[in-house]
């Protein structure tokens, strides 16, 4: 589909990028930005990234049309505080009435609107919106264009890469002209969503980087502060953005490998969060696994403990404590996975069928040879 460039919102694009630079620098220029996770960047774990080097955050996607017509999904998913700031809140739509009602809910309550063009999960292709509406570039360029005219303050975008460089760049541009203030790239494409066997590709965050005149952030391959001076100092972007590598490691913007057991005592801290801001159980027990992923492998009784029973704060901080004493009686800064019983059956069972099939071969190998010794005279014979 071709990239739509006609009757842009942004008649005057130098004005747009003067006001864009004018809002990054009034929220503090940030660099560290804890991205969009779904369940996964609530207010408390937003807070625990902040005091461990972030310097922005954005909420988990907020589907528009939910948001706007369930206030009960509206209390459980959107929450802030006064020290949660710069706060950009995302949402995920592909109507621009729905999604500009929906952002007026919280306009005031944050500093910028941000629209998910970069979900590639399958629930997004259902619903047709996040990366999926790449393949309707008029569409997101309706409700870029009806945030932009219709909010107090800035709309930005998050995006991922065509497979063509020059593709991508007419996207950029496009959102720009549409009245994105800030955008965000992510250096893979749709289709590749697994980020431990595929990098981002970094050339195509540093082209948009140069094409654009607003604000822009680099994501992807940022699993440690180096990783996200390098992308910076590469792409020349003017902040990064981190997902599931914060999951693992809240401090990581701050420079700092968790090791021993700060993975507990981070935890420990996130709990304190979570008891000034009531947070739902199953985003707890989706961080405690993150937090605690590594020491969980090796200490599979306390991980199945903790599977099998409902939770409170208490709990889970006497989960924390007992696993911080085993990591201490260790004497060990690393986990040293082990493999359970209930995986062991699986994987000799496995190689149990594994040599069956080859001995089955084998045997109709034997078979067919055996076969064509006795029939070889009678094919000299014919001959």
Avoid at 147 to 158: F, M, N
Avoid at 304 to 322: G, I
């Amino acid at each position: 589909m071709e990239v739509p460039s006609d009757n842009p919102a942004v008649t005057d694009l130098e004005a747009h990028a003067a006001s864009a630079w004018e809002f990054f620098r009034s929220i503090g220029s940030p660099k560290f930005h804890v991205a969009p996770m779904v369940d996964q960047s609530e207010l408390a774990f937003r807070q625990l990234c902040r005091a461990h080097g972030a310097t922005a955050a954005y909420t988990p996607m907020l589907h528009s049309r939910l948001f706007l017509e369930n206030p009960k999904y509206r209390a459980e998913h959107f929450t802030t505080c006064p020290e949660d700031r710069p706060l950009f809140v995302q949402f995920c739509a592909n109507d621009p009435k729905t999604a500009l009602a929906a952002a007026k809910l919280v306009e005031d309550e944050c500093d910028a609107i941000d629209l998910n063009l970069g979900c590639p999960q399958r629930i997004a292709k259902k619903g047709n919106y996040g990366a999926f509406l790449m393949d309707d570039l008029p569409k997101v360029k309706a409700v870029v264009e009806e945030l932009y005219r219709g909010l107090k303050i800035p709309v930005t975008c998050k995006i991922r890469r065509f497979p063509e460089v020059e593709k991508t760049i007419a996207y950029a541009r496009m959102l720009e002209s549409a009245g994105c203030k800030l955008l965000c790239i992510h250096g893979r494409l749709r289709e590749q969503k697994d980020a431990s066997k595929v990098l981002a590709d970094w050339n195509y965050i540093r082209a948009v980087k140069a094409a654009l005149k607003i604000p822009v952030l680099g994501n992807g391959n940022v699993q440690c502060l180096q990783d996200a001076q390098a992308l910076m100092h590469e792409t020349g972007v003017d902040g990064v953005m981190s997902a599931d590598p914060l999951l693992c490691n809240p401090a990581l913007f701050s420079g700092r490998h968790l090791s021993g057991d700060a993975n507990c005592k981070v935890l420990l801290e996130y709990l304190d969060y979570c008891a000034k801001y009531p947070t739902p159980m199953r985003m707890v027990k989706g961080h405690v696994h993150r937090m605690l992923r590594g020491w969980f492998q090796e200490h599979h009784d306390l991980r199945d403990q903790f599977n099998k029973e409902s939770h409170t704060l208490a709990q889970v901080r006497q989960v924390a404590a007992e696993l911080s004493e085993r990591i201490a009686a260790s004497g060990r800064d690393e986990p040293i996975p082990k493999i359970t019983e209930r995986a062991q059956a699986r994987k000799e069972a496995e190689e149990a069928r594994q040599l069956a099939i080859a001995a089955a071969i084998a045997e109709q190998k034997r078979e067919d040879d055996a076969i064509q010794e006795q029939l070889l005279p009678e094919i000299l014979e014919e001959q």
